[in-house]
């Protein structure tokens, strides 16, 4: 079954301490995978997909096909990061696979 | 704002009414999305469309549920007899050629009472 995981509802961090973001996937072929935030009273929009590892806004994602994860990470929290992450499959056809989100609160 | 655009954005209707939304997609994008989103989940995925042909259809998406895109530009999507189970944030999303990143609407709220 094609499933993605995102274990936390809710994270809260302190201003200036990591962040990871959990996410892991259930699929037999060659996934694609992003990561989608949605701050407040925005619309849903694209963080960062594995394939063009980059780093955006400081945050990072490695996906690790062996323990099938691509966890967001980022070493320093900010209170602008405060938002909702989708953690997302892009399966072989026109589909993509959405977790139910994990709400990121950085306290100051 | 160029970007995906919804409407209306929130739609309240009685039981057993029929719905329809609209999205105009980014004007030189021929992929579209539909999701619906409810509380506490990430957005399920609908239906997409390439130009003007439906090429997938999820599960989800009973015989209530119809959406068209005539000229590949807009799409309409339609809920018939609504029910309340159907009350959600329908979200349009839109992408170009063989580019995987999608831009999202800022959705359609439905409550049906």
């Known amino acids: 079954a094609q499933r993605v995981t995102q274990p936390e509802k809710l994270l809260s961090v302190f201003k200036g301490a990591p962040v990871e973001l959990k996410c892991n996937y259930s699929y037999s072929g060659s996934p694609e995978l992003f990561w989608y935030v949605q701050y407040s009273r925005q619309r849903l929009q694209l963080l960062l997909r594995h394939i063009s590892r980059e780093s955006i806004k400081g945050f990072t994602a490695d996906l690790n096909k062996g323990e099938t994860s691509f966890h967001l990470k980022k070493p320093f929290a900010q209170e602008e990061d405060s938002a909702m992450y989708y953690c997302a499959l892009h399966t072989g056809g026109f589909k993509t696979i959405f977790g139910a989100g994990t709400r990121l609160f950085v306290k100051a | 704002d160029t970007g995906v655009s919804q409407n209306p954005r929130h739609k309240i209707t009685k039981r057993g009414q029929n719905v329809t939304f609209r999205c105009d997609p980014i004007s030189e994008h021929n992929r579209l999305y539909w999701y619906r989103q409810t509380l506490g989940q990430g957005p399920e995925f609908l239906t997409y469309?390439?130009?003007?042909?439906?090429?997938?259809k999820s599960r989800l998406l009973s015989d209530r549920f119809s959406a068209e895109r005539p000229k590949g530009s807009f799409s309409t999507l339609e809920i018939q007899r609504t029910e309340q189970g159907d009350s959600a944030m329908y979200l349009c999303?839109?992408?170009?050629?063989?580019?995987?990143?999608?831009?999202f609407g800022q959705g359609t709220r439905l409550t049906v009472v």
């Open positions: 469309f390439q130009n003007e042909a439906q090429l997938e």
């Open positions: 999303a839109s992408s170009l050629g063989t580019e995987r990143e999608a831009f």
